[in-house]
């Protein structure tokens, strides 16, 4: 199957840091990324979607200056979480899409812990 | 936008029982229904899915079935074990449109040994 690699899996930094996480295919193109957001115990919240040399989609709520997205290939696509605070806390996972199957392939996650 | 609703939010099982979760979605256009089975601190794993063309689908102990005229769909587990334990999430999407998926809230399935 498919295969989507996500990195890193944990991360600890201080307030007012930014952080970036590192969402790649590493078997298929994929011409649309999604990530997503889940707090403990809920359900995953699309934060946007990051399409292959265009900018990025941000669902409502969502700020785009605080979450930048790049997709810089058909493989990788990058979220940078910028000013992190401790409220930004949360698991982040992405996703790519499969040309054609629309089956969503997800990373392993990013465990974002801001102190 | 698609909004999709899940119940229950728990649920206890004894093992060898069957457990049901049930959704129901808004956007009629949506044709691409996945459930995903997700373990604490781990990425969500597709169990099964089913397309707005078939009724019913089934893989060994796990079937979905679709309503479209109703907007609902269920997942359905026979003969439960303890490994089922998990959180299952259905989901919601338009295949060949922005094919972005919509999530429920969410079922924490218990099987209870």
């Known amino acids: 199957g498919a295969v989507v690699s996500q990195h890193p899996s944990r991360v600890i930094c201080k307030s007012g840091t930014s952080v970036k996480i590192e969402c790649r295919s590493l078997?298929?193109?994929?011409?649309?990324m999604f990530w997503y957001r889940q707090f403990p115990k809920q359900s995953l919240m699309l934060m946007a979607t990051?399409?292959?040399?265009?900018?990025?989609?941000?669902e409502q709520g969502v700020e785009k200056d605080k979450f930048l997205i790049n997709h810089a290939s058909l493989t990788l696509s990058t979220l940078t979480v910028t000013s992190a605070h401790p409220e930004d806390s949360s698991f982040y996972i992405c996703?790519?899409?499969?040309?054609?199957?629309?089956?969503?392939?997800f990373g392993e996650g990013s465990r974002l812990t801001v102190l | 936008g698609e909004n999709v609703e899940q119940h229950p939010s728990t649920l206890s099982v004894q093992e060898g029982d069957s457990a049901v979760i049930k959704c129901t979605y808004s956007?009629?256009?949506?044709?691409?229904f996945p459930w995903y089975k997700q373990e604490l601190g781990k990425r969500p794993q597709l169990i099964i899915d089913?397309?707005?063309?078939?009724g019913e689908k089934k893989d060994q102990r796990i079937a979905v079935t679709l309503n479209k005229t109703a907007k609902h769909f269920s997942l359905h587990i026979t003969e439960t074990q303890p490994e089922d334990s998990a959180v299952y999430f259905c989901?919601?999407?338009?295949?060949?449109?922005?094919?972005?998926?919509?999530f429920g809230t969410g079922t924490r399935l218990t099987i209870i040994p």
């Open positions: 996703s790519a899409s499969k040309a054609f199957t629309g089956e969503l392939f």
């Open positions: 078997d298929f193109q994929a011409t649309t």
């Open positions: 990051s399409n292959e040399g265009s900018k990025a989609t941000y």
């Open positions: 956007d009629s256009a949506s044709n691409y």
């Open positions: 089913i397309r707005s063309n078939v």
């Open positions: 989901a919601a999407s338009i295949l060949g449109g922005n094919e972005k998926l919509t």
